[in-house]
DNA sequence: GTAGTTGATGTGGTTGGACCACATGCCCTA
DNA sequence: TAGGGCATGTGGTCCAACCACATCAACTAC
């Protein structure tokens, strides 16, 4: 007696009504992370919509990091609550600068500005830290693929981002990372010397780790922003300047 | 020649097949801001998928901010690429709020640290410090609603974002405002006494916007984390103190 | 001739039904 | 008892039809 009459007096989308019933649940505590959306075909029946409609909201939810869709029988299967915002907005990013209506400059200066927060906020016991210290011994490693090192570049910053504490700072790294990955591995491929800058990236890194667990936030996020735009100036982001004007 | 085969492969879902269709478009340019997609039937057509699967990976993108569906005929129809990240990571914040995931309290952290940035970074010259001072000047008016009060403040504060000219940021600030904006308006209806607020509020935002205009951007930065943060406490959110992000 | 009406056309929105691939678990057989 | 095979229930995909809507062109009435 709920769905149809807002579908008729609010004009609202079928999907829509779906998506508000959903967040409803969650919002109020009846699904929470872990658990289990109604089948498919019982969620359609019990709200008096098509199961497209029920599909189409699932699949923004999906893209969203709010739920996994899994066939099949059994513990994986059917659609479970998650929490991935990284994902969710790392997608959107990608997708907007992808239409050149997100500039990638802004992007990585929004990125040391997150991260510079981050790693100075971080107090000297985070126990983040101490994932941050094993990612640098394991990039230490003498034999090691560009791709990899890049791989643990990634872990050893969002390890930082998350040592300040805030999911949503934390949630913007890891989404910033992502929608300019594609990017920075292009950038890199085009470094003249990657033994010198890797053997540069390696100091830095020790410097800025040395500085938190020094109590002393405002060097470490000196070191954490003159170490990202180092990287990308000696890259060649050549776009600082020249990105497309805002609208 | 393409789709079949790719499906087949990688396994990759349909609708991410044509998702992955329109973001290629996007990122070469064949398809910009203001541009139509293809119709559901005919693009369903081309890439050899169902109506449904075209369907999915349009409403993904519609909540993603990247396109906007319209029925019926003439320019206001159709499925047509437009660029609101703000949407996007709005929705997306608001939903992982609501599985209590992604804490107020770190929301609010975060909006001081991007904001009292912003105001740093923004020169005297801004051209959206106009509108700011003009949103000052109505939210003066005697006789305001407490509604909208709150939506000029809304606007106020997004218009100080916009000034620092990082598009990100200014994304990332009105999704942020989004995603609690239910929970401050809760907030607020606490208060014991809305005009002293009120008129507390007022002053703050002249002396913001008066340090900004003085290109004293640290006292700018100081003054807007006070004042952000004085709010929510004066409302009862017990949340941690924020530094002004480093000028 | 002009003004109003009416139908054709093309768009997204929604529905029901059908079939597939998959993963589990029970049940029956050897 | 150990093994294979079917029943069940999940999401994934496709199809065909219909609706509501907005525009535009042709037609009709004056």
């Given at each position: ?60 939810l ?19 609550v ?49 994932e941050?210290?094993?990612l ?9 693929a ?14 930082l ?17 992502e ?13 003249p ?55």
């Amino acid at each position: 007696m709920w769905s149809n009459h807002i579908n008729y007096y609010l004009r609202m989308r079928t999907h829509q009504l779906v998506l508000s019933w959903i967040e409803n649940e969650l919002s109020g505590g009846r699904l929470t992370v872990g658990g289990r959306l109604p089948a498919e075909r019982t969620l359609a029946e019990q709200l008096k919509v098509s199961r497209t409609s029920v599909r189409e909201a699932i699949r923004i939810l999906e893209a969203m990091g709010v739920v996994r869709a899994g066939v099949g029988s059994g513990p994986e299967a059917g659609t479970v609550v998650i929490s991935d915002p990284t994902a969710a907005l790392g997608s959107a990013l990608r997708l907007h600068v992808a239409t050149q209506h997100l500039p990638v400059a802004d992007i990585v200066e929004t990125r040391v500005l997150l991260e510079s927060w981050a790693v100075a906020k971080a107090g000297p016991d985070a126990p983040e830290l101490e994932e941050a210290s094993a990612l640098l011994e394991a990039m230490a490693a003498e034999d090691l693929a560009v791709s990899d090192f890049l791989a643990l570049d990634v872990r050893f910053h969002l390890a930082l981002a998350d040592a300040a504490g805030n999911a949503v700072v934390s949630a913007m790294m890891g989404s910033l990372r992502e929608s300019i990955q594609g990017y920075a591995a292009e950038l890199t491929s085009g470094l003249p010397d990657w033994e010198a800058t890797a053997s540069r990236l390696r100091a830095e890194h020790q410097d800025i780790l040395a500085a938190i667990r020094n109590d002393d936030g405002g060097q470490a996020a000196r070191l954490v922003a003159a170490h990202i735009e180092g990287y990308y100036k000696e890259a060649g982001l050549a776009s600082a300047g020249t990105e497309p004007a805002r609208p």
